[in-house]
């Protein structure tokens, strides 16, 4: 389900860097005075290692087990939301897996939708049924995420299916594999339950702060829509073009016959280009004599 | 059936941890670099990247990235191997495109590459430590970097565990075992696995309270070296634009 | 009458994943019956040796043969079940979720009739004083506990080749006693590494010295000298 | 005068949360400067005594103090920076990513300046031979080197009391004359458990003996006899 860099538009991964950072901000917040457990970190472990199996999907990303109810419903939503992010920045930061700027949506979907959303189906339903509980939020916290993914890039126009393929496609494939999603959650629950049963005990949560963050994701959706109308698909192009960067003196000065006469545009287009690309190598090797000349351990 | 499960995921697991560890004896000239530097302009090359659809823009990224490499010691056939993978992914994704916009999927994947290779050159010549007090110094929150830090070395503890466990079970496996045990122990070695990651973690957690648990700051290294790098990466930011 | 060796290494190299150097160039033949004793420093190869002498991995270079067969995935299950393997560290070698399954785990898949299975549990358990631990998890022992289960669930299949690597760390006395007793009266091959080189006197008449990875030395227990154990590193 | 003791233990009885007894009322002082040996079989609870009596483990009954202190949250890590454990298990007790940066854990920690860090890294690398593997991760080395890596990390910031369980296990026998050696020259306390008697014999003066969680004896080395562990089951 993660988003590599590349398929948002940069107004969406904005959006949703904001986003992210206040929720997962007031959940650090919240956990300020905590100590991270062993099993904080041993879930984050095998949560990432069960993430290692991913295949594509034509139309929207990846399908693979996600986890984040589970997280939510071992760890509480804060402290599961953290363990979900970091689990997304490590395998971004080592793997690529999950872009950079994509992360910001990535947190959003895979840690706190699903997490919260994981964690009150499972408070709420596991009054009648432990294991059923589970299994609903594992099953539906995954499928609401992909929804959030499948949307998120369905309206990013970098992406070219639009958002009549990537939320069915995103949305369907997770409900059925969600199952699987399902089952490993109440199977997790379930034998937790029956051998380390304080592993399992309520996680408090503020009410309050916890229906404000329900409606923070209710409006997301709209948030980004506005985010898609209002910003530029290309804003480092636009702030060039607005800059008149392409006539600009200092460039002139670098090259002043950008479009040498006699030859047309496109091989003077490649002669700059490759002008750089030794000015870069240049440059690269002057870091380079810097190095040699450093010493350090 | 079951055999060949448990084939995979140890062959899965040797490659991931493969990952996890970069080669930590090869220093090329990035490796010397103070990693916020670093941090700052793989973010920035990414952003160059997924902000065009031009050709000449992405390439003249790419084969400048590719000169970096080389030039500062990052080895090219390593670099491949990390990023094959997703850029193939992408192109999978989009390829229905092919027959309506031919150009589109070879353009969306060119950026999906530029951009990966963008974070390599921060992954490959970095330690994890590096990033974390890189991460600090831009005022990440003291939590979240501890969290990162707890849960990669967890993340190399259960990586080396579960190796050594599916030897285990591979040098006492004396006869093929049937399918249908798949599902019945598969699901309770996982449970037992679990459980016994999260007793082991509370074990190191003691051997981490017994030598203390700050988490050490790094001394910054700021001097020509990074001045250089940084003339280099803002050298690329304009010459994108101006291009 | 030629006896063939049991288990033959030729020119056999193993390069971990990271590239660290684990054994190069080992050429060795152990034949039927043997009681061979390994040692050398840390970081030799010992461990790599064993297991790569036991089919666990597969040379990077080279060839190994065991009962004559190159290991293959058809061959493979036949082998492990003639050979037994004591890893170094328990932790690495323990997954069931109790002492009685840990035991039990290859006499079960021989499909052994229960009678047979309870009076071999009865009596390693008793030999290994393991009554009182049986229903625990065995990563809730204590150190000497887990290596005492590890021994006794790799002998308690009578494996025609047993390799045994640091039987003795973390053991006590007592089990000691125990493990060298049933080596002595036991019928089949045995491989020992070990840095008590006690346990290397007591059983092994031949012993193999390794150092940075290679045989450096392939010689009887009696012509083993301090001069070179001292060179070597041993000492 | 009268020399109070470092750390004492009174009516300590820990039991862990599956229900197993680890120990069991426990009356102990340890003085400065004593070398103590603790011995006794597998499953005595010699390694829970030794987290029991470096504030690692709380006692379910009973009180430990160090330095005078009963450890609580304010004071637990100014106790345990003055303490260095050598765990029987090194898997559970190295976690960073190469061998440089587990030695350098502490030291960094510390606060000590380039130079000086250099210097002790310099140093405690060439005794333990792991120049080699500085680095490596540690989870990557053989057994014995994890060991001593992991001796050399506790050594290298001179606690005041240092506890060693199972300090020999698995290592070679030069490493075993260095740890040796410069526990005789340490100017600290020194607690060591272990299975091999010689090298309790080596260094310490007085011995512990323990059996199913409660120590059966307190005396010194040179009143104890064959007999006795014979009878406790040592040997
Ligand atoms: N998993 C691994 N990955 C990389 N290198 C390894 C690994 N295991 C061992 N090595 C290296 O291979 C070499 C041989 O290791 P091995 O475990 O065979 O030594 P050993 O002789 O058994 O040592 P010891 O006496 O300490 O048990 C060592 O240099 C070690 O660092
Ligand atoms: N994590 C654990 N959970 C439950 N029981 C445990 C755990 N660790 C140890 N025990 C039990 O506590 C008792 C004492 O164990 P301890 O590790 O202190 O023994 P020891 O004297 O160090 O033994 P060894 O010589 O084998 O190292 C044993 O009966 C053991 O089974
Ligand atoms: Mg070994
Ligand atoms: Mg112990």
Redesign the pocket.
């Known amino acids: 389900m993660h988003i590599p860099d590349g398929y948002l538009d940069l107004s969406i991964a904005g959006i949703f860097f904001i986003l992210s950072f206040i929720v997962l901000g007031y959940s650090l917040y919240r956990l300020r005075s905590e100590k991270l457990t062993s099993l904080f970190g041993v879930l984050s472990a095998a949560i990432f290692a069960a993430q290692m199996l991913n295949w594509p999907i034509p139309g929207g990303t990846s399908a693979h087990f996600v986890g984040g109810s589970l997280a939510g419903i071992l760890l509480g939503p804060y402290a599961g939301a953290l363990a979900m992010a970091i689990v997304l920045t490590i395998q971004t930061l080592v793997f690529n897996d999950g872009g950079i700027t994509a992360w910001g949506a990535n947190v959003w979907n895979m840690a706190i939708v699903n997490v919260f959303l994981g964690y009150y189906l499972y408070q709420f339903l596991s009054k009648f049924n432990r294991n059923l509980g589970a299994f609903i939020a594992g099953w539906l916290g995954i499928t609401v995420a992909a929804i959030f993914a499948g949307f998120e890039i369905g309206l990013s126009t970098s992406f070219a299916y639009g958002l009549s393929i990537t939320i069915p496609v995103m949305g369907l494939w997770h409900a059925i594999l969600g199952v699987i999603e399902g089952i490993i959650t109440a199977g997790v629950v379930a034998y937790l339950a029956t051998r380390r049963a304080d592993l399992l005990e309520k996680k408090e949560v503020g009410r309050a702060s916890f229906a404000l963050i329900a409606v923070l994701i209710a409006l997301s959706p709209i948030f980004a829509y506005f985010a898609e109308i209002v910003g530029y698909s290309e804003p480092l192009e636009n702030a060039a073009e607005m800059l008149e960067l392409e006539e600009s003196p200092i460039y002139e000065g670098l090259l002043p016959d950008y479009t040498i006469p006699g030859l047309d545009p496109y091989i003077g287009t490649l002669i700059s280009g490759a002008i750089g690309v030794m000015i870069v190598l240049m440059l690269a090797y002057a870091v380079r004599y810097a190095r040699s000349s450093r010493k350090d351990t | 059936m079951h055999v060949v499960l448990e084939k995979t995921l140890k062959n899965a697991s040797s490659y991931f941890q493969n990952f996890l560890i970069h080669e930590y004896g090869v220093r090329g000239t990035l490796h010397a670099i103070d990693a916020r530097v670093k941090l700052l302009s793989s973010f920035s090359f990414v952003i160059l990247a997924v902000s065009t659809f031009d050709l000449e823009k992405l390439l003249f990224l790419l084969i400048s990235l590719l000169a970096v490499s080389t030039v500062l010691g990052v080895n090219l056939k390593s670099l491949f191997k990390r990023v094959w993978l997703f850029t193939v992914f992408s192109f999978i994704v989009v390829s229905p495109f092919l027959l309506q916009n031919p150009e589109y999927p070879f353009l969306f994947t060119l950026r999906v590459l530029i951009t990966l290779i963008s974070l390599q050159l921060l992954v490959m010549t970095t330690s994890f430590a590096e990033i974390c007090f890189a991460m600090r110094s831009f005022k990440i929150p003291q939590l979240f970097v501890h969290a990162l830090w707890l849960a990669y070395r967890y993340i190399l503890v259960v990586f080396q565990d579960i190796v050594s466990i599916l030897l285990a079970r591979e040098s006492r496996r004396v006869a093929k075992g049937s399918h249908r045990d798949l599902w019945k122990k598969g699901g309770e070695a996982i449970g037992l696995f679990f459980l016994r990651s999260i007793e082991r973690a509370e074990r190191i957690q003691l051997a981490m309270a017994s030598r203390g648990e700050k988490i050490f700051e790094m001394r910054a290294k700021v001097g020509m070296l990074e001045i250089i790098y940084i003339t280099l990466s803002a050298f690329i930011i304009l010459w994108w634009l101006a291009l | 009458m030629v006896v063939s060796p049991l288990i033959t290494a030729k020119g056999v190299s193993y390069t971990?994943p990271?590239g660290?150097?684990?054994v190069r160039e080992i050429d060795l033949e152990i034949f039927p019956k043997e009681r061979v004793g390994i040692i050398?420093p840390?970081?030799?190869?010992?461990?790599?040796?064993i297991f790569l002498l036991s089919a666990l991995l597969k040379p990077t270079k080279g060839e190994v043969r065991v009962f004559g067969l190159i290991p293959d995935k058809k061959n493979v299950e036949n082998i492990r079940r003639r050979i037994g393997v004591v890893f170094?560290n328990p932790d690495d070698f323990l997954f069931n979720p109790t002492v009685k399954d840990e035991l039990l785990y290859v006499p079960r898949q021989l499909e052994m009739n229960e009678e047979e299975m309870r009076k071999l549990l009865q009596e390693y358990s008793k030999t290994f004083k393991l009554e009182e631990i049986l229903q625990k998890p065995p990563f809730r022992l204590s150190g000497g506990e887990k290596k005492k289960v590890e021994i006794a669930s790799v002998l308690i299949y009578s494996p025609e080749v047993i390799f045994l690597d640091?039987p003795t760390a973390n053991v006590d006395g007592k089990t000691r006693k125990i493990v060298v007793e049933m080596m002595k009266n036991y019928n089949g091959t045995v491989v020992i590494?070990s840095?008590e080189l006690g346990i290397i006197e007591e059983l092994c008449k031949r012993v193999i010295l390794?150092s940075k990875?290679k045989i450096v030395l392939d010689t009887t227990i009696n012509d083993l000298n301090e001069q070179i154990l001292e060179e070597i590193g041993v000492f």
Do not use: A, F
């Open positions: 971990y990271d660290s150097v684990g050398g840390n970081g030799s190869g010992k461990s790599t040796l170094q640091e590494t840095h390794m990875g």
